[in-house]
């Protein structure tokens, strides 16, 4: 039955053949990105489960917004535990305007059991330059809970860090001026020289003319055309939809701890014999009581009793002709009897053979 489903998802995979994509599901825009925010907060209204007392930096910055508040307090009479101290973080699309909304993600940087339940206070949130870009507040929902008693503990997904749907609003906008542009560098998120120059064969047929030029095998530049100045956001748009089809590398990824293998329509090997057998030693361990005679000076022992069995299946000598696809690999594989945590074994053999005309990744 394995092998029946090893085959099947193979054919499935293998018998589809490459397909174009869009331009724009390729490539990224030269100067559009996202910004990363980060803060320092803290989070209120926790039910015993905030930072505890050995958390100092927790303690100081209470006592620093009591103060900016006008209540002083000796930070060595503060006990909190209602209150954990917390980095956060967001990402500031491009284009966004001031007075939109940000999704906000709340983490513990102290020893609090959990969130669950409290609020954020206003954090302001800087980016890399060390302006404020956006300001964040709310409830803090971790989408589970943590419980523990005298004997047991219950826990659903990671308590000590919590979302903030749409929790922070933008207030300074990152300036990205696209429509002014004369020139566009699109960089693919693949390498591949092949994918590229598809690209600009594709951009120069639709605008008429050598607009398009690689640069090399992950980007390409694109000069916009005099009916596109001053609406080069048409421009992306249209270029945008162009089907392209890129092209792979031949690539064997593996998993070893899930056992999964993938692997990529252009993997093709030379010739190469493969034999597989599998070798299973199965050890039992029965402990037997042996008693002393009556009436003597011996003592009652435990003596193990060990069963060994060893049983090694026949290997399979499959032939593989030059060239093979790995629509037949899989197939002569499957004739094996391999099993995914085989093929592992089996491809890295290959590849140590130098039959295998692919590149190998192990995760």
Known sequence: MRKGILLLISVLLFSVTAQAARLKD???VEGVRVNKLIGYGIVVGLQGTGDGAQTQFTVQSVVNMLER???HVDKNQVKLKNVAAVMVT??????VRAGQRLDVTVSSIGDAKSLQGGTLLLTPLRGPDGEVYALAQGPVSIG???AAGAGATAQKNHPTVGKIPSGAIVEKEVPVSINAKNTLRLSFRETDFTTVSRACDAINAFLNGPYATPVDGRSLVVRVPKAYHGNVVKLLADIGDLAVEPDAPARVVIDERTGTVVMGEN???SKVAIAHGNLSVQIKETPQVIQPPPFSQGQTVVVPQTELKVKEEKARL???EEGVSIGELVRALNAVGATPRDLIAIFQAIKRA???????VIM
């Not at 130098?354 to 190998?360: K, R, S, V, Y």
């Open 267 to 269: 993997v093709r090997i």
């Open 26 to 28: 390729l490539v990224n």
């Open 144 to 146: 589970g809970f943590a």
């Open 90 to 95: 967001a990402e500031l699309p491009p284009f």
């Open 318 to 320: 499959v032939v593989l």
């Open 69 to 71: 508040f006008g209540v």
């Open 354 to 360: 130098g039959a295998l005309q692919a590149e190998l």
